[in-house]
């Protein structure tokens, strides 16, 4: 047995010392990392191929060739947020981090983590679904993959009998900023910091999330929306669809936030599926510290 599991392996090398070998017939056994399912700005990097660059090209032939043994592909994991440099402290002293990749589908923004100062997400739609409201305004829209994503959420949903429409979905920096501060004029600082975030750390900001009612239009991002035949059916299915239940009940202490039932996050399938199944939050998912009050 083990005689011929080693003998195309000695094969192999006899091959390659005969025909000389070169950097480029060494890396065609790379593993094809394209169907991982992970979003590109989340893969490993692969290792580099070895040449040895200070070696000139008539004294390559006789360095010892490396074994033609295929890389094994590595396990699909993203990695979390990477802060960047500019950390920052809010008013209330609190310190936070800015994420250095928010493009990321898979991006953690919570009270800790922002977004870079206006940031703006590219490919911003308007996805094919009914919203509470008709008017063709920035809240309909969603980056380019949430919003495919969403409207075969409700295709399926309406599959089921049920019928689904959009609440608000894309927020702006600027209009995040007045919603806050319309918040904070109403209720006071410390109570709209638990329904909503300062500029710069709402999800809304990323275009990858969306809050979403049943079809009477009834308990629109309100609490009442939990006690729907449509929430239930979102947190049965809705990571079928790479979305997940974002701020679940129960976690605010992780989530720093309320139990949203409409509040929906596209992180892509990969995630919802293993989030959904193990029941996490996406802080706890990638270890994040708690966010506190
Ligand atoms: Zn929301």
Same mark, same amino acid.
Request: negative net charge; glycine residues 6%.
């Given at each position: 047995?083990?005689?011929?599991?080693?003998?195309?392996?000695?094969?192999?090398?006899?091959?390659?010392?005969?025909?000389?070998?070169?950097?480029?017939?060494?890396?065609? /056994?790379?593993?094809? !990392?394209?169907?991982?399912?992970?979003?590109?700005?989340?893969?490993?990097?692969?290792?580099?191929?070895?040449?040895?660059?200070?070696?000139?090209?008539?004294?390559?032939?006789?360095?010892?060739?490396?074994?033609?043994?295929?890389?094994?592909?590595?396990?699909?994991?993203?990695?979390?947020?990477?802060?960047?440099?500019?950390?920052?402290?809010?008013?209330?002293?609190?310190?936070?981090?800015?994420?250095?990749?928010?493009?990321?589908?898979? #991006?953690?923004?919570?009270?800790?983590? $922002?977004?870079?100062?206006? +940031?703006?997400?590219?490919?911003?739609?308007?996805? /094919?679904? /009914?919203?509470?409201?008709?008017?063709?305004?920035?809240?309909?829209?969603?980056?380019?993959?949430?919003?495919?994503? #969403?409207?075969?959420?409700?295709?399926?949903?309406?599959?089921?009998?049920?019928?689904?429409?959009?609440? $608000?979905?894309?927020?702006?920096?600027?209009?995040?900023?007045?919603?806050?501060?319309? +918040?904070?004029?109403?209720?006071?600082?410390?109570?709209?910091?638990?329904?909503? @975030?300062?500029?710069?750390?709402?999800?809304?900001?990323?275009?990858?999330?969306?809050?979403?009612?049943?079809?009477?239009?009834?308990?629109?991002?309100?609490?009442?929306?939990?006690?729907?035949?449509?929430?239930?059916?979102?947190?049965? !299915?809705?990571?079928? +669809?790479?979305?997940?239940?974002?701020?679940?009940?129960?976690?605010?202490?992780?989530?720093?936030?309320?139990?949203?039932?409409?509040?929906?996050?596209?992180?892509?399938?990969?995630?919802?599926?293993?989030? @959904?199944?193990?029941?996490?939050?996406?802080?706890?998912?990638? /270890?994040?510290?708690?966010?506190?009050?």
């Amino acid at each position: 047995m083990r005689y011929i599991l080693t003998l195309p392996i000695y094969i192999v090398i006899l091959i390659v010392l005969l025909s000389g070998c070169t950097g480029d017939n060494m890396v065609i /056994n790379e593993p094809n !990392h394209e169907d991982t399912g992970i979003p590109n700005e989340h893969a490993p990097v692969p290792d580099e191929p070895s040449v040895d660059t200070t070696v000139p090209p008539e004294q390559q032939e006789v360095t010892t060739p490396t074994p033609v043994v295929p890389e094994q592909p590595k396990e699909e994991i993203p990695e979390p947020n990477k802060p960047a440099e500019n950390d920052k402290t809010l008013d209330n002293g609190e310190s936070v981090q800015v994420i250095a990749e928010p493009e990321a589908i898979t #991006v953690l923004v919570n009270k800790q983590f $922002s977004l870079p100062m206006n +940031y703006k997400p590219a490919e911003l739609v308007y996805p /094919n679904i /009914n919203f509470i409201f008709s008017e063709m305004i920035d809240k309909r829209k969603l980056r380019k993959v949430a919003a495919e994503a #969403v409207e075969m959420m409700f295709a399926g949903a309406a599959e089921d009998q049920i019928t689904l429409l959009g609440v $608000s979905a894309y927020r702006s920096n600027a209009t995040q900023k007045a919603l806050f501060e319309r +918040y904070v004029k109403r209720d006071g600082e410390a109570e709209a910091r638990t329904f909503s @975030a300062v500029p710069g750390h709402s999800e809304h900001e990323t275009g990858l999330a969306i809050d979403v009612t049943g079809g009477d239009g009834k308990c629109a991002a309100v609490d009442c929306f939990g006690d729907t035949k449509e929430a239930a059916w979102l947190a049965e !299915h809705a990571a079928e +669809y790479g979305f997940i239940i974002r701020y679940p009940e129960g976690k605010q202490d992780i989530t720093g936030y309320k139990y949203e039932p409409w509040h929906l996050r596209y992180v892509g399938t990969t995630l919802s599926l293993e989030i @959904a199944e193990k029941g996490l939050t996406l802080e706890e998912y990638y /270890n994040a510290v708690p966010v506190s009050q």
